[in-house]
């Protein structure tokens, strides 16, 4: 169709919330005088009917709806709420109407106000029952649906294939974006765990073994003694008769120890009259060799 030949209007707008028609608010349709209609006919303008919606005298900012009645006074038209916002309207301003020839729509790319919304059991069902209600999409405009009572408002972010399309007798295809309000886990929180864990470790007590408490036969403690001539511990079982005195990391004895049924008897060696305590001391006192006893067989002699 030629652009002559097209319908092409000027109204005044007035919201459906200031009306006796607030129950067409949730759609895409407007309601226009019955002049529309006879030039519309006159002009064999083919169906669906769809228009372009703009303001007058500042048409940067386009979108596209449907037309429910003609049942508007002369010289106005009554529009949604939500797409006189789209347009930054007021009541009473001027717009230009002319019908638009879209495409059949393939596919939108949706973007939710809230993640309550892709929270419903069915957000596509939920979608589909409210886009009946519309006959076409503009790229850059916000939907109004609603599911329950509750409005909910979603931005396209793009259509295919074509900045505008038509939804009449088409199946498109849907991808919704992430919500507007949606917000990355705080790193911190995410982190929390791994420090509590952390710090779960760092109080946990630590095994240290050999760390308890000696105790004799009799149930006496055993009491620590530092032996400040050697680099190890002393462990003194006194108290009781035959006691005796082992060093860790060294075989040097006080008094005597017995070792196995034949035992190698440690005297302490006797002060000399001339004073050499050390020479009568490597001479009597006898180092304990380890594995250097005999071995004895029952019924042979010994090896």
Request: charge should be neutral; charged fraction near 30%; include cysteine.
């Amino acid at each position: 169709m030629d652009n002559q030949d097209r319908f092409k209007q000027a109204y005044r707008c007035i919201p459906f919330s200031k009306s006796k028609n607030s129950d067409l608010e949730f759609g895409d349709k407007i309601l226009m005088p019955v002049s529309a209609l006879h030039e519309l006919m006159k002009r064999e303008t083919p169906y669906p009917w769809l228009f372009q919606i703009k303001k007058y005298y500042n048409p940067a900012r386009v979108s596209h709806c449907g037309v429910l009645e003609f049942t508007a006074d002369e010289g106005s038209i009554a529009m949604p709420d939500w797409m006189m916002e789209n347009l930054n309207l007021q009541q009473g301003e001027l717009v230009m109407v002319e019908n638009a020839f879209l495409p059949a729509g393939k596919y939108m790319k949706l973007q939710p106000h809230s993640t309550r919304f892709i929270q419903l059991s069915n957000p596509k069902a939920v979608l589909e029952k409210n886009l009946r209600n519309f006959s076409c999409l503009s790229t850059g405009d916000t939907l109004m649906i609603t599911h329950n009572d509750e409005k909910f408002f979603i931005n396209i972010l793009e259509t295919k294939p074509g900045p505008a399309i038509c939804l009449i007798g088409t199946d498109c295809e849907a991808d919704f974006s992430t919500p507007l309000d949606y917000k990355e886990p705080d790193k911190v929180e995410q982190n929390a765990p791994a420090e509590i864990q952390k710090k779960e470790n760092e109080e946990r007590t630590v095994f240290r073994p050999f760390m308890g408490k000696g105790r004799r036969l009799d149930g006496e403690p055993v009491e620590m003694v530092k032996d400040d001539n050697l680099s190890t511990t002393t462990t003194t079982t006194g108290g009781c008769a035959g006691g005796s005195t082992t060093t860790l990391g060294s075989r040097k004895k006080r008094g005597t120890l017995v070792f196995g049924s034949k035992g190698i008897e440690t005297k302490t060696p006797k002060r000399s009259s001339d004073g050499d305590d050390l020479e009568v001391e490597e001479k009597q006192v006898q180092k304990f060799q380890p594995f250097m006893g005999k071995k004895n067989v029952l019924g042979k002699r010994s090896l």
